[in-house]
Structure formats: C-alpha cells, structure tokens
C-alpha cells in the first residue's frame, strides 16, 4: 500500500459497509472526489462460497478508477485461499482480511470480530492466506474483543506477519459503535508497525481527520459513515491539506440533490416503491440525524412509505440555502446495520411510478 501513499496528506480510504458501499453509491460518490482507495463490501468465505456476483460487478466497473481492495469474511482456510486465488482474477489492487464485524452470527462462527477471541488462529490465517497473495494483502480490525487491553498482543501478532497495511478500528467487538474511540491504541499501532496503518473510527468531518491524523499518526484514514453523511468529505480533507482552506462548502439543497443521485442510481425497475423506500432509509438514517431541530428530518422520514412522501420531507427541510456543516458537532448514528436500531420497512398498498415524481438529477 506504499505506493498509494500521497506525501503531504493521509490516504483517504471509503470503509467497507455491507449494503451501503455498493457499486451504486461508489457511483455517487465519485462524482463528489471520492476516496483514494476503495474497500469492497465483504465476500463471506466458507466451504462452498463462490465469490458474490453483485460485489465483483463493482470490481469490474469501478467507477472511481481507483485502487480496490476486495475484503474476505471468513475462517475457513483453503476456503480462503481458494477465493484469494479467484479474487486476484479480477482487477483488483489486493485483498483484506475482516477481523472486526461485531454481529453475533457473524462471531458465533469465529469470523470477523469473533477471531479475535483466538489469535492462534488468526496466526494460522494469516500465514497461510498471505502464502495464497501475490498482490497486497491488508487486514482490518478492532482492538480487541473484550477489551483494549487484548491490542498489545494482537498487534504483537500482525507484526509477526508481512501484511501491507493494518487498518484499526479504534473498538472492541464488544463496544460495537459506542461513541469511544481508543486513538491511543491506532496510535500504539501506527508507531510499532512495519506497514502504513490506516485510523478508523468516527472521522466525520475535516477537523476531526486532522485531530485523528495527528493523535495517531496513521498514513491513512478510513472512513465509513462520515462519508455516507458528507459526500464532499473526501475532498474537503483534500483541500484542507492541499490548500489550507477547505473552499468546498454544500449548502442545504445540495444535500438534496446528493439523496436524488442516491435515488436515481439505485432505481431498479424490479424494485418495488417500497423496497426503494427501505434502500433509501439505509443511507437517509446516516445522513438525516442532526438536521433539523431535534432531529426534525430524521423524525419525518422514519415513518414514511413511499417515495413521493420522502422526497416531500426533503423538499421541507433541505430547501432553505443554509450551509450543510456534515459531521461538525454531531455525534455520527449508531449503526444500523448490526441492530441497534432497525430501519423499519413495511408493506405498502401504495406504488407509484417513481419517474413521474421526480426531475432526473443528473450529476
Ligand atoms: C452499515 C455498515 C456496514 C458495515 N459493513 C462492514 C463490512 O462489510 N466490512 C467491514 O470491515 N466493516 C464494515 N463496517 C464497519 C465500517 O467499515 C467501519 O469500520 C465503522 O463504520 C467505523 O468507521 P466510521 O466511524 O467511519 O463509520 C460496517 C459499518 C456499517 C455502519
């Protein structure tokens, strides 16, 4: 991962979020800049799997003409060999290692997060996976599953291996998304690893990338839902470190018109209104919290069914031309992805065609 180091400013990587960071959304955001590097959503690895068709069509059309790095979930060690070895068919820059998904499915099977209970395994793994890479092979994880207090062994244990980039979330698989993040330990990493160490874990708007950088001293940051919340986030970094002043600042409307991107590039004629009111939901329940007294926006759109409503909701809250500040001050959503708070998607008798509501937005 060296070689995509930029000198004078952190690497800037879009973290993998199942069902968020599709080929759809890696679409939008690179229209807005986009990250440096891309991490695919994660192919689950087990006896009989065979590489998710959806994940590598991302791969094969990768919008941002960008570094990908495909990420593996999974234990099961000629199973994960032998999707390394498909994986590097396709144009990718290497491979990742999921050592931090907190769900419990996930753990109970000593996947993810869960391997972290057995680091003679993980050992095993990394040997034998890294043996199956000839391009870079990196691995993500937390620090730790019960306790922060496991990171200095674990971190004893990645060095032990030629891995070309750790990236540290800055949680146990216990804290799942409590809002603590041990910058210390990312720290603690970035000083006694051989290989570049990407910070992860909170970084949702410019002054927090800094604070992150320079607590941590990590080449790089991941970043997951500050991105789905702020699209210009990636640029705006860049222009901070780039130029000092950060010029880019959306307004209101401009988020309005980054959710109809959102809308517009995951339209599926096959979808249902309701099923595309779900989708949306996945990205809105990131991107809508803060905004509005008491989170006003995100109060609004919870309950709604169709499309024609939720982009009424929008239209009430997003028109006004006051600047859109991101991430600043607000406490990022907890994930909904791993079941803190499920978006809700019910039946609806309603179906509209979803043309006639909307103006293309076009980019
Ligand atoms: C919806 C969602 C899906 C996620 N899916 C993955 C995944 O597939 N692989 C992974 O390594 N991490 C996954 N994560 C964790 C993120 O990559 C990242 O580590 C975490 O969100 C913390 O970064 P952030 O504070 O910048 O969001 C997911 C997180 C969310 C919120």
């Not at 990394?126 to 730790?144: N, P, S, Y």
């Not at 409307?253 to 979808?271: A, F, G, K, M, V």
Request: glycine share 8%; net charge neutral.
């Amino acid at each position: 991962m060296r070689d995509f180091l930029p000198e004078d400013r952190p690497l800037l990587i879009l973290a993998p979020m199942q069902d968020i960071t599709d080929l759809a959304f890696w679409r939008v955001l690179a229209r807005y800049g986009g990250p440096d590097v891309y991490y695919t959503e994660y192919f689950r690895v087990h006896g009989d799997s065979r590489p998710e068709k959806y994940i590598l069509r991302s791969i094969e059309e990768n919008p941002g003409d960008k570094p990908i790095i495909a990420q593996m979930i999974g234990q099961d060690i000629p199973a994960l060999q032998r999707t390394a070895q498909a994986l590097q068919r396709h144009k990718i820059a290497g491979i990742d290692l999921n050592l931090g998904c907190p769900a419990p499915i996930v753990c109970r099977k000593e996947a993810g997060g869960g391997l972290l209970r057995n680091p003679e395994k993980i050992d095993t793994i990394l040997r034998e996976v890294r043996a199956a890479v000839h391009l870079q092979f990196t691995v993500k994880t937390r620090i730790g599953f019960d306790s922060p207090e496991e990171f200095p062994n674990l971190l004893d244990l990645f060095r032990r291996h030629p891995i070309d980039a750790l990236t540290v979330h800055g949680r146990t698989v216990r804290e799942m998304y409590k809002p603590v993040v041990h910058y210390d330990a990312i720290e603690r990493a970035a000083r006694l690893m051989a290989c570049p160490v990407f910070a992860n874990g909170d970084v949702r708007c410019v002054d927090s990338a800094r604070r992150v950088v320079t607590e941590t001293n990590a080449r790089g940051l991941m970043i997951g839902r500050g991105a789905i919340r702020n699209p210009w986030l990636f640029t705006q970094i860049r222009e901070a470190y780039e130029t000092g002043e950060v010029r880019t600042q959306p307004r209101l409307p401009d988020l309005r018109l980054y959710i109809e991107e959102l809308y517009q590039e995951t339209r599926d004629p096959h979808l249902r209104d309701i099923a595309h009111v779900g989708k949306m939901k996945k990205y809105l329940g990131y991107i809508a919290p803060g905004i509005g007294p008491e989170d006003a926006f995100w109060k609004e759109l919870r309950p709604v069914l169709n499309l024609r409503d939720l982009f009424a909701v929008c239209d009430r809250h997003l028109a006004a031309p006051e600047f859109f500040t991101g991430g600043n001050g607000n406490p990022l959503p907890s994930d909904l992805f791993h079941g803190r708070e499920k978006v809700r998607v019910l039946p609806s008798a309603e179906t509209l065609p979803s043309a006639k509501i909307l103006p293309s937005a076009g980019p």
